[in-house]
């Protein structure tokens, strides 16, 4: 072993999952914190030995336990009671287990389940329902089936190696005695007739015969036979759980879901549904038993057997747990065994490799083998890892080699080959949904599609999937868990040196300013943070509910699924009404697990605490614990750790200057209008100037001025309670308006349905926020005739519309008459809920709650009738006895509150303005956008302006999801900031060669992030989308002509997937590269890559060759001359690069000195396809068409024409070109563009060459760059 290698922390049968060599951290022997050595026989505490065949591992902290000795027979004795256990409850191999017993049972016999059989078989249902059958553990009578067959067609049928069930075992599925009378058939097969069900045939004859048929069709036989599939088919339908087996939970199968909701004790119990159903739990027990030896012992500890492993704490010298995964057998390595095997006589056909295998690696071990290791992998406190592969029993036939491992969708065996799955490594936190995972994954048989079974387990299962590595021969290709949109450290790293140093002024110090100020100076940019207070936090440093995240790690810690379909759909569900752009929502969602992390671990904000709020479908709302039984307000913790982390870290970097009234603007317009902002004026005098500014200075919910933008936007809001400080005008928006920033939803104001109204100040116009968890512990609202009348849990929105219908003003007795407000009574559970800390400050401190003994103290503080508050709180009791109300809908119920409760307290609330969705039009990283006159596209940014926060709109639409405005004020604030940091770049152009001796060439490819992928299908036609990535620098241009394309790069699944584009964007737009793609596989595999990939994910870019068509102010130049005409030949998805040349045709037209020279129909297209689904980007024609209808027509050519077509049929010809396009005339100087596939470029050059041009006169891209352009 190398002199600085750590020694392995485990070492495994069958998974081959060892501790690292080469993961050299730290040195031998240990080394302690204070440096001191340390030596790890001493240090660990380490038991071994054989159960079930298998060997074992269990490792301790000898300082957990009194002495070694004592610690060596404690961890003995937890580990044989485990052992014990699953050995009479859960093995296959005693015949007397548990559940032995049950595969014994006949059909329809129940069987009531053990605590340990119950763990196993309701995780073992929930996996099968969850990897949609990948994993199954009633496979064994298919895979037993295999087995004998290949036996039985073996010609030397000798007692293979471990012919007892005992030594085969290992993580796959097994044979058990119940089957093996199988093997003992006669030769003799008969017919099965394809048509008969499988219920006919168990009647008529006992099922193994029919399995006996199956033999003579070969066991993986041509697909295209349908008597194999169909037998097979049935044969599945034997060996699948659903119609295997079923739970039944207290009498009644499955229901088992009833237990979480009436808390009560279920008795499980299994019932048989097929006579010859037989249940394999051998895999997913052996996790169960390492899980429980692992939380039976103290922490920390290793626990391993069989190839399973957990961990819990760390390594006690420190460091993490390690493991190491070895690159699996070559199959040629694997057919020398099996042959050196056979030749032995040590064998049958089915032949267990794992053992030999293993042997090697041991010999191995130390003479540089190790390096054949795939990964290393860090387990951290409570994750467990698990190992499937092809190679761990193998069968032959017929020459071929297949894996133990029956593909559930053909219910046949994996045939081992170069390409499919190899092997599958799954961390969860626990062993047993780990070991079903790698199962499910290797089933899978394709890579690709394990990886995007694994991804879905990322966040949409409550033991969330960690990690994977999923490993195929050729190649090798090797699959890592990765998040799409998560730049990795290194990418980033490199990414920001491609800038100088920028000075940027952040306006506001709430969150978004915070947020953005730090990026920014972690951008190497020297900032400046200008507030107008005393004092930074704004409204941010008021929230109290907490900020959303989806797929973050505290999700996982506490197994809550959340996905992201789900986040999005519930942002713009509440959104609807307004405009909730997609690209700012995908954007949001897919960074804010990002956005949360980094406030965890970058700034320690314990956001540990989870809640569902209103219109939330998962709890993926973060805060802080209480800390000594006080709650933390999550605003304030955030917003003032981060003043500490800036004040603390970014000293010289960051300058926050309070006091700083930022009252305009300064910016400069050029001769084509374009504006860039130069600074700001401060205080109405003072000037600051820099490279860029990010306006965060929140909302205008405060803003009651006459001339303010509530008086503008909402006037009849005028008057109506806020919950926000007094800071919150509505600057920012008035600063951008001022350089021509668009404003959208600006009439989007969301009312809180819960402002505290405090009954001895009612007419204060600041109401104290009565939280969400008012509602959210069971808070029940009544109006003052003690009705209810919404589901309290609903959204805001539909709350606030339910006090304003169905309440009455409040009135006081000295003749005030105020908003309408509600009563919102709480029970005793609920108070418990809501937290007593935080109640007796809003109850005894700020005296905005009361008590009341009983119901009947509460009808006295409404003034109602008793009886119509009894009949409510009757009905209300009723409704949570049934799951939902029928009033109200509402569904879901915190806390009981009944006409018996007692000692309640009961507050008026009253809605409030609390948050202004509208604001400054943003795109995805926070550019302030304008409005312009274009000929395609009707926006572009204000140079040197971004901004985020609560002053942007288009992200919230019509309703903001509650905790969606922190998170965006972190995921754009950072954005925005970074983005801002930017502006100066070394070069100007994004490919400085682009223009001379573009190619393709590892140094050219550039790194670039995706910036967001919009739906076309409406704009541009069926199945196209419009993909836009981030030049490094905000000011940056791409240095092409018009014509080039770029090359994009990938990776997927393993595997860099290239593709080649037209850029849609021009050559003169400003940090940023937009391309047309086509989302359905015509669009090759990088479309797929494309379809995957998130705001932030990583491509490299290149710029390739192509037309180089220059477009000068009065002239269009190509090769050095002047063009007069210009003739686009577009066959198919040729089209792409033609878009580009039309749009920059429009351009030049629209800002020609003399339009009236340029001649009429300078550019014409022919666009030709095969049939009408296949035109695409039709709109945008149209649309350039009719903005300069002089100059640009078209003209479709279909191969196959749509009934009703009325344009041009069939091929293009020669005198479609004379005709629709243009002349080969010498004074005409024209050009004309090919672009489409090879057959028909090479047509249409023959037609021009026959027309009489010249080679000199037309571009046909195949020919160009010997690189066709496509979508
Ligand atoms: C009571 C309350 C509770 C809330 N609870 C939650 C919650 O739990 N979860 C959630 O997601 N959202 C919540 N929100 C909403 C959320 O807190 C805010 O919308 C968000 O934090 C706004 O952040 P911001 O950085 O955009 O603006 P702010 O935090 O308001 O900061 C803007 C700053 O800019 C300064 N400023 C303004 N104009 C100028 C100028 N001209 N020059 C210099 N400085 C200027 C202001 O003084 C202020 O400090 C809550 C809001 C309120 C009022």
Redesign the pocket.
Known sequence: MPPNAIAPDGETRTSRVVGSIDFIRPKLPYSSTNGEDMDESKLLTTVTGVRCSMPYTIKCSTASFTSPDYANVRIEQIASTIFDETESKLSNFNPQSEVNVVNAMGIDDVHTMSEALKDVVLCSKELVKFTRGAFDPCVAPLLKHYETMAERSSSDLVARHGTTTHSTSHNGHHASAHLSSITELPESMDEVPGEVDIETIRRQRHVVDFWRSLVSAGFAGDPSDARVSRTVKRLLEVSQWHSAFSVVANGSDDNEDRETNNGGMVTYAIRKKHNDAHMDLSGIAKGWAVDKIAEALPSPCWVEWGGDIKVRGKHPSGRSWVVAVPEPPKLSEMRVRLARAKKAGQVGPVYTLADEHIRDEEHNVGKGKEKDYLAVLELRDGEAVATSGDYEKVIERNGKLYSHVVNPQLGRLLELNQTSLAQAVVVTKSCMVSDALATAGISKGDPSLARAMLDQFRTGYKTPVRDYILYARQGPRIIRLSIPGIESKSDRERRLQRHQPATVIV?????????AAIEAADARAKVIL????S??????????????GWGTDTQAEQGVADEERLFERDTFRSGLGGRTDHCLVRTLSTKSSDAIHWLKHRHGIPLTVLSQ?GGHSAKR?H?APAVNGRPVP??WKI?STMRDTICNEYEGKIDIRCG????KLLHNVDANGVKTVTG?E?NGSETIVADAVVL????F?CCQRKDGLMSRFRPDLLGTP????Q??????VI?GEEVGAELVDMDKVQL?PTGFLDPNDPSNPTK??A??AIRGSGGVLVNSEGKRFVNELDLRSIVTAGIQKYCSPYKSADGYEGPPFAYCILSQEAQQIFGKPVLSFYKDKLGLLEDCEDISSVAELIGCKKDVLVATLQEYEESARLGTCKLTGKDVFPSPLTPTSTSLVVARVTPSI???MGGLNINSVGEVQEKIESIIGSHRHIRGLFA?????GGVHGGN?L????????VVF?RMAGERAATVKHADKEMFPNAKHHAQESESNFIPVLLREVRNTDEKYGMNTREIRFDMHGAFQNSGMDVGQFIALRGQLDGETLMGYFSPITRPSDEGVIGILARSDSKGGPIAQLLEIARPGSTFYMCAMGGLRLKFEKENIIYNNRVVKRIGLLAGGTGIAPMIQIIREYGHYVKSHPHPEQIPPFQLNLIYAAEEMHDLAYMKILDTVRNQIPHHFRYYVKLNRPPLGWSEGVGFVERRDIIKYLVHPSKEENPLVVICGPPVFEAAMRKNLLRLGFEHSQYYSYSEGDNVAAHL
């Open positions: 306006v506001g110090g709430g969150l978004a300013g915070m947020s200008l507030e107008k207070e004092e930074t936090g704004g409204n941010s440093a008021k929230a109290t509910s907490g900020i959303n709020l709302t805060r999550i605003g917003t700083m009234n930022v009252t700001v401060v965060a200075t929140g909302g919910g806020t919950t926000n400080g800071f919150a005008q509505g600057d920012g600063l809180h104290f926020l939280p969400e609390h948050y202004t985020a926060g609560e002053v942007t903001r509650a905790g969606n405005s922190l998170l965006e004020c604030g």
